[in-house]
């Protein structure tokens, strides 16, 4: 399990640092809806900037507005002026949508415009990643070194290179991209976590536990986070500390089939049954093909 290249924006932790965890959560949405109105001011004034568009969009998206993301980034690529950041961040919100197909659309336009454009080589690769395209592998990786060799500490480039290895079950290499990314921005909630998640591969429990405490501090509450922390309870045979984060990472976002498979499983072994019966059926309401929690 790997997040996505945006950090998820989350609003819960454990019920001890609950009231701290929604105070930096309100904090964040305050300062992201006062970019968006400054955002909307500059527009007001001069609605042909395309950079401006897509900085509106993305944080919209952070918002959780995906709907008004994608209609700030049509406006940027259908105006007048350089839209290729608009094109890269709308297909990487589309391939998050499931739509690859269209993401790769974009990030071609984008790279039709500049064969150089890291962001978009690093992005249509890692689109690759996401859709599961094993046999797309080599093309994958081709386009990772592409934007590394163009710029070897870009950390979007680095992380999404990772992302690979990880989905390649090859940890020592994504440690490898993940630590050159960390070293050019230590506070990077995204890539902590999925270092952690590799770590977590090669069982060095410890050093995962490191990381996704350390994302914890950068995003308190982060769902995806709070699961991987039950996960690694549950490998080191903690099942109470287990079910404690997914429960948690259940309040965070009680969307989460996979959180829901996971805790189910944890209260049937420690002997709730009923219980255990009832979150997995949650979780299959959600997502019939829910997989079982490593």
Not at 12 to 30: E, G, I, N, P
Not at 90 to 109: I, K, M, P, S, Y
Not at 182 to 191: E, G, I, Q, R, Y
Request: with cysteine.
């Amino acid at each position: 399990m790997s997040r996505r290249l945006l950090p998820v924006l989350a609003c819960a932790a454990l019920a001890a640092a609950s009231a701290m965890s929604t105070r930096s959560w309100a904090a964040t949405v305050d300062d992201l809806k006062k970019a968006a109105q400054g955002y909307r001011a500059q527009l007001a004034a001069n609605p042909n900037q395309p950079d401006v568009h897509a900085a509106l969009g993305e944080t919209l998206e952070s918002l959780g507005d995906a709907t008004g993301a994608l209609a700030e980034y049509d406006r940027a690529i259908k105006g007048p002026g350089d839209a290729d950041r608009a094109l890269v961040d709308r297909g990487r919100l589309l391939v998050r949508q499931g739509r690859f197909a269209d993401g790769r659309d974009d990030f071609n336009r984008a790279l039709g415009h500049n064969s150089r454009n890291v962001e978009a080589l690093a992005a249509r690769g890692h689109s690759w990643v996401v859709e599961g395209k094993s046999k797309r592998a080599k093309a994958a990786l081709a386009d990772f070194d592409a934007a590394l060799a163009i710029a070897p500490d870009n950390p979007t480039a680095l992380n999404a290179r990772g992302d690979f290895y990880l989905a390649e079950l090859k940890p020592e290499l994504a440690i490898a991209d993940f630590d050159k990314a960390l070293a050019a921005n230590p506070k990077d909630d995204v890539v902590l976590f999925n270092r952690g998640v590799a770590w977590k591969q090669m069982n060095r429990y410890d050093r995962a536990l490191r990381d996704f405490n350390a994302a914890l501090r950068i995003t308190p509450g982060d769902p995806m986070t709070l699961t991987a922390k039950g996960d690694t309870y549950r490998e080191l045979g903690d099942l109470l500390l287990a079910r404690d984060f997914y429960d948690a990472a259940l309040k965070a976002d009680p969307r989460s089939a996979r959180s829901w498979e996971a805790r189910g499983e944890v209260r049937a072994a420690l002997g709730d049954g009923p219980g255990g019966d009832a979150d997995k059926a949650q979780a299959r309401k959600l997502d019939p093909n829910v997989e079982a929690s490593s």
